[in-house]
């Protein structure tokens, strides 16, 4: 517990359609939970969402964990409820020095981009806080053409020449356009 509550992530995943999401934020709120951070997404025609959810008690959590298994028996959704240790939200002092890029990677879709991208950035030390991709089949290109957008946290003593030196090389071997933004928020 952290604070005196109760700290759980929910994940759900399900077939889209309108309401699905008012419908599992219904059960959290009618359970008395409190929604801390969430990502939502589309992936093909399924939605896929994780929340971070506050719960002031025990009760309340029995409450949201009955909503949650009514939602998946009736609305066929995959939901699962898992603790997280207070350990793994508290901000340590190593993390508030920390600075926030954007990396964008767009080029002609081919094997393999998100995994050398992502293992150049761990090789680094650097962190994935979020990553989407999309391929666009439209007729404007001549081949599916791959989007890729990161927020990386960078640490202290990675230097940014270091980092845009390295991608550059590696926008190179992927034959991709590879840009760093540094993030004001």
Do not use: W
Not at 90 to 111: L, N
């Amino acid at each position: 517990m952290n604070n005196g509550y109760i700290e759980r992530m929910l994940s759900a995943v399900g077939g889209n359609r309108p309401g699905v999401v008012a419908e599992i934020t219904e059960a959290i709120y009618n359970a008395g939970c409190n929604i801390e951070n969430s990502n939502m997404t589309l992936l093909g025609n399924h939605f896929a969402l994780m929340i971070h959810l506050k719960i002031n008690n025990e009760p309340i959590l029995t409450d949201l964990t009955d909503r949650c298994d009514k939602l998946q028996q009736d609305k066929d959704l995959n939901i699962y409820l898992f603790p997280l240790e207070s350990e793994e939200l508290a901000t340590s002092p190593e993390d508030i020095v920390k600075t926030k890029y954007e990396i964008s990677v767009g080029g002609v879709d081919r094997e393999g981009i998100v995994f050398r991208t992502s293992r150049l950035l761990a090789s680094l030390n650097i962190n994935i806080l979020e990553l989407t991709t999309n391929v666009d089949r439209s007729k404007y290109y001549n081949e599916p053409y791959f989007n890729m957008r990161m927020i990386v946290e960078v640490p202290k003593e990675v230097e940014g020449e270091k980092l845009r030196n390295d991608l550059s090389k590696l926008a190179h071997d992927l034959q991709e356009t590879i840009s760093l933004t540094r993030c004001t928020y």
